[in-house]
Structures are given as structure tokens and as C-alpha cells.
């Protein structure tokens, strides 16, 4: 389902959703429907394992690590807010990146402590293989998660 709050490309999440289904389908029929099923999978299976591998790493020498904890104090909310899949045609290329907001909130409620925002967290498959937008964009949310961490240590809060 898409987040009417999350921009992709140049308009909202479902605009591109309606615009890539479309397009993809004219092709090849089938193509679309295939696409959206992804499109809507790669939140749990690419982006969300991405960003939890890559912060955990980081956060490994600190002894703190993110995941479902459901008795952890607090919980960390990754919020996407803005998702620039990018592309790749072989001989052109522009990397994807998202804008995220990282709020953390006592367990069991929705007030926000703090807030990180990361801007421009790119995502590219450094040896240039990233055909696919899943891969892009999940690569940007490892970067994000790796760059939160960072940030994270930096300020001495892990």
C-alpha cells in the first residue's frame, strides 16, 4: 500500500506506482502487476534487512543492536520521506538515494524523543551491476543505516 506521505521521482508514491504499472504492462502484460508485487515486497525483504545489517555492523563495538526487541526501553522509526530510484541503462546512470527521518520513541508510544534526518543517502552497486531500483534503493538504506550509526557513536549516545 502506498504512503501518501512519501515522495518518489517527481510526484507522490502512488503517481509513480500508477505511471511504472502502466508502462511496464504496455510492454509486456503482467510486467506491471509483477513489478508492484516487488515494489511493495522490498520494504520488508531488501530495504528494511539492509538498514539493520549495516547499523548493526557499525553499532557491533558498542554492544547496542537494532531489531524487534519488544521489551527494548526504546524503539527506532525509520521513516522514508523521499525515494529517488535512480537509474541504470549501461551507458548512463544516476544512483537512487532517499531522504530519511530516524525517530526514536519510548516503547509503546508515538511521541518522538529525537529525530535524525539524513538527506541524500545514495545507493549504487559500486562495480555498476544496479539494473534493478530494489538494489539501488536498498543500497541506499544500508548507506543510511551505516551513516546513522556513525552519527550516532560521534555524539556518544551508543
Known sequence: MPNDNVRVGKGTEQDYIDKKVIDYNK???GRGDEWLKNW???RASRY???FEELINKQLEKSGVQVGKFPNAPYTLVL???FIEPGFNVGVMRMPAYTNLEA???KT???ADLAVVTMMKSPGRDAMG???DAGERISE???KAGKSLANFLMKQKVM
Open 48 to 50: 528494511q534487512p539492509k
Open 79 to 81: 521513516r522514508t520521506v
Open 140 to 142: 541506499s538504506y544500508a
Open 108 to 110: 509503546g508510544t508515538t
Open 103 to 105: 525517530a526514536f520513541v
Open 27 to 29: 510492454d509486456k502484460p
Open 129 to 131: 551491476y544496479d539494473f
Open 40 to 42: 511493495k515486497n522490498d
